[in-house]
């Protein structure tokens, strides 16, 4: 047996038992053993995913939910599937995963469905040739740690370039992940069809301006911030064809989605544009893969809401919605879904401003919070360490300062919540709130499982 060999053994059986621990006496670290395993062998990723055709998830927005639509399906058609559910989607969590699901006996095919954060898409790359690379969409998000985002897409690419057998799978509708110069096969995704009338980009959306002359892009149909049916009149640089899409709107509530995708109808248990997205990316893949639509459809069905992605609970009788929110365009998107109510509501506003949310919270002013004038909005709860910026954001906006309840106590705050004068609640809370306050709720028997 080699050094390697030995090395590789001893960072495998380190990490799981530092997973053991992690996860029954500190009850979390989901980081933590890939740390330990990386620190004995820095290439361990090389052999724990052998054995494993490799689906890789990144982009801005909606690679949690996308993640758990692809490895939910691929378990709808029998086929055996891991994936880091808990959204540790840097090198240490993906090797904590792999660590974790990792039989040194078992040389089955399988699949490994895995989230990648951006700025890591490069060092797993390194060591994994995936079979897909999914790229949902580029937003601005966390500028303190990725810039604008030009600098997402070329950290993306540093990973992509090391990889050109990988296949691409790309959300059409993003300009930025048009005519992209690797050699990669290219698969597009998009909408032909969408509730947004206007043909006028916003202000404040992030990609206004054609990649290659710099000239303002035209658009047939906006989805929603600058994703959409874009063209540049100067260049002519414009929407690649579309492999997969979404052909009509049946049903849209703020429950769920009733769309077809290449003319076939299915149900989206997830309400909102976003998840839409989610789920035509997700079926991209199934058909890539041969999947049919019954298996397609029953995955759907059953698809649940889970770790602060919509995520329902039960508070002292109050229906609450857990909904993570982390840069302006998936807030304003979840804005839109509460606008979709037709019947009074309460909502509860958590703004942190941790490392992994981003130290710079004036993104806050991208969101336009006045479309919730509009809507039935009644207690309006406020928290997390920038409550106060939050409370100032929501006063700007209009909405009546009498309904603020601001409180940073989380005991407190869940007795308030349950005491609204309305029965359904929304929480719209950035990562590091969404984590903490579920780990509160966890302890005080609101969640079962925690990770």
């Not at 059986?13 to 006496?25: A, E």
């Not at 090797?95 to 089955?108: A, D, E, G, H, T």
């Not at 049919?292 to 770790?307: G, L, M, Y």
Request: charge should be positive.
């Amino acid at each position: 047996m080699s050094k390697i060999k030995l090395k590789s053994i001893c960072a495998i059986l380190c990490g799981k038992i530092t997973l053991f621990l992690s996860k029954h006496i500190l009850k979390g670290g989901s980081n933590f053993p890939g740390k330990i395993a990386l620190k004995l062998d820095k290439s361990i990723l090389k052999d724990i995913s052998k054995n494993y055709s490799v689906i890789l998830i990144t982009g801005t927005n909606g690679k949690t939910t996308t993640t758990s639509m692809i490895s939910n399906l691929l378990k709808e058609n029998n086929l055996e599937t891991i994936t880091n559910e808990t959204g540790a989607n840097m090198l240490p969590g993906i090797v904590s995963c792999l660590i974790q699901n990792y039989k040194f006996k078992n040389s089955n095919k399988k699949y490994a469905v895995l989230e990648v954060d951006e700025a890591n898409v490069k060092f797993i790359t390194e060591y994994i040739t995936p079979e897909y690379i999914a790229i949902t969409n580029l937003f601005r998000d966390q500028l303190d740690r990725y810039g604008e985002v030009y600098t997402t897409l070329n950290k993306i690419l540093e990973g992509i370039v090391k990889v050109p057998e990988s296949t691409l799978l790309l959300n059409g509708d993003e300009s930025l992940l048009g005519k992209l110069d690797v050699p990669n096969k290219k698969v597009y995704y998009g909408f032909y069809d969408s509730l947004n009338k206007d043909t006028t980009v916003d202000t404040n959306a992030d990609a206004k301006f054609c990649k290659f002359c710099k000239a303002p892009y035209h658009y047939n149909f906006i989805t929603y911030n600058h994703l959409g049916d874009f063209y540049c009149p100067n260049c002519g640089y414009k929407r690649e064809e579309l492999k997969y899409y979404l052909s009509s709107f049946d049903e849209i509530t703020a429950d769920y989605s009733k769309i077809k995708f290449n003319d076939t109808e299915f149900t989206i248990t997830q309400s909102g544009i976003y998840n839409i997205y989610n789920a035509l990316c997700a079926y991209s893949i199934a058909k890539e893969l041969k999947i049919n639509n019954d298996v397609i459809r029953a995955s759907f069905d059953k698809q649940d809401s889970s770790f602060g992605r919509q995520e329902i609970l039960n508070i002292n009788g109050k229906s609450v919605k857990i909904i993570l929110v982390k840069n302006p365009a998936g807030y304003n998107q979840a804005l839109d879904l509460l606008s979709l109510n037709d019947f009074p509501y309460s909502c509860c506003f958590m703004l942190n401003d941790n490392y992994a949310d981003g130290r710079d919270v004036s993104w806050i002013w991208d969101v336009y919070f006045e479309k919730l004038h509009d809507t039935k909005i009644k207690d309006i709860f406020i928290s997390g360490t920038r409550m106060y910026d939050m409370a100032v954001r929501l006063k700007t906006a209009n909405l009546n300062t009498n309904s603020f309840i601001i409180e940073e106590d989380y005991g407190k705050l869940t007795e308030k919540i349950s005491q609204s004068c309305e029965d359904r609640v929304y929480i719209l809370a950035t990562y590091t709130a969404m984590i903490n306050y579920r780990k509160y709720l966890y302890s005080n028997g609101y969640i079962k499982k925690l990770w």
